[in-house]
């Protein structure tokens, strides 16, 4: 499969037989490792990717798919974003996913496909990708309550792990926050502050984050009239909705927003008003995106650690494809942190 070349210093290409006498293992060792087998020793592991490194030995991807029947590809998949999918490439949330995708995939040897599925006809390619053997499963974060696409990957039987709890539930693998423990956080904060005239902006109603982390606001005030505006987590929806807001109550004194981009837009229009942020309105938005800290003022926001999020969805699908999973669908629920900065 490899040849039968020694390597380095003879003008072809290093072989399996290479790896292996720099490591001080057998070739079949070296197979393993190279092909992503689990069960080995990690001491083990690491000098062969250090002779790997070494002696400048690529696999041969043809040759190893054929005898692992594995692509070594996943396809990470952006599904509901509709004709708004330039906001994907916008709103730092997707960067951090795609971060802790690749970080979590570069070590096994792992390339992550990017696609987007926002109808019916991109969903049915996504599933003929995976169907044909292009990629190994599935990393899916849909931006939609209502999306189809992890009920179609579940009834194919396809391996996928969902970025978020699936509603209805459908039998794949999932992780997400605590989002109502979140929304608590915030509302416990501005209390904390002397805050007593609140106001949340919520993302869209058919997200169940959104709903989630505005219900965990709203019990933790034990029952006060909380006015809650509804935007679409971004900068421009966060402004829109803060001025409805400011029209309704003029003397607010303290704002959650679901998340960062709709807090720095909130910031903004307070900013309009002649307000300050936080000596007359407290700000507490949610993510703890790269936008929270390049913000002016710096947000204290609920900190989602997205990237170790991402890296949990790759190791759920890696084990899925190698067969090593419980026949159960797994759920990981990962707790929020209160990150407190400048706005409140």
């Known amino acids: 499969m490899d040849g039968s070349s020694t390597g380095a210093g003879t003008g072809t290409a290093p072989t399996l037989e290479d790896v292996a006498r720099a490591a001080g293992v057998s ?25 790997v490194a070494a002696t400048g030995y690529v696999p041969n991807r043809a040759a190893r798919s054929l005898v692992t029947r594995r692509s070594g590809a996943v396809a990470l998949v952006v599904s509901g974003a509709g004709a708004d999918s330039d906001r994907v490439f916008q709103d730092p949330f997707f960067g951090r996913v795609v971060s802790g995708v690749v970080r979590a995939l570069r070590p096994r040897g792992v390339h992550p496909v990017l696609m987007f599925a926002d109808g019916q006809e991109d969903r049915a390619q996504v599933l003929a990708y995976l169907s044909q053997g292009g990629a190994d499963g599935a990393l899916l974060v849909t931006t939609d309550g209502r999306d189809p696409l992890p009920g179609m990957l579940a009834a194919a039987a396809l391996p996928a792990v969902l970025f978020a709890r699936p509603t209805p539930p459908v039998g794949l693998d999932w992780v997400d926050l605590r989002h109502r423990e979140g929304g608590a956080l915030a509302a416990r904060h501005l209390l904390a ?30 029952g006060a009239a909380v006015r809650v505006a509804e935007a679409d987590f971004t900068l421009d929806g966060g402004e829109h909705a803060m001025r409805v807001l400011l029209a309704e109550q003029s003397d607010l004194d303290g704002v959650f927003a679901a998340n960062d981009l709709m807090a720095q837009g909130a910031c903004l229009v307070l900013r309009e008003h002649g307000l300050r942020v936080p000596d007359d309105v407290a700000v507490v938005g949610f993510d703890d995106s790269g936008a929270a800290g390049a913000a002016r003022p710096r947000l204290t926001t609920v900190r989602q650690p997205v990237e170790d999020m991402a890296a949990e969805m790759v190791r759920l699908l890696l084990d899925r494809v190698a067969g090593t999973s419980a026949a159960a669908p797994a759920a990981v629920l990962f707790d929020p942190e209160l990150v407190v900065r400048d706005s409140a």
């Open 27 to 51: 070739r079949a060792t070296v197979s393993r490792v190279v092909n992503g087998v689990r069960n080995v020793d990690p001491v083990i592991q690491q000098a062969v990717q250090q002779a």
């Open 193 to 222: 502050r002397g805050c007593v005239r609140l106001a949340a902006i919520g993302g869209p109603a058919d997200v169940p984050a959104s709903r989630e982390r505005v219900a965990g606001f709203r019990e933790a005030l034990a």
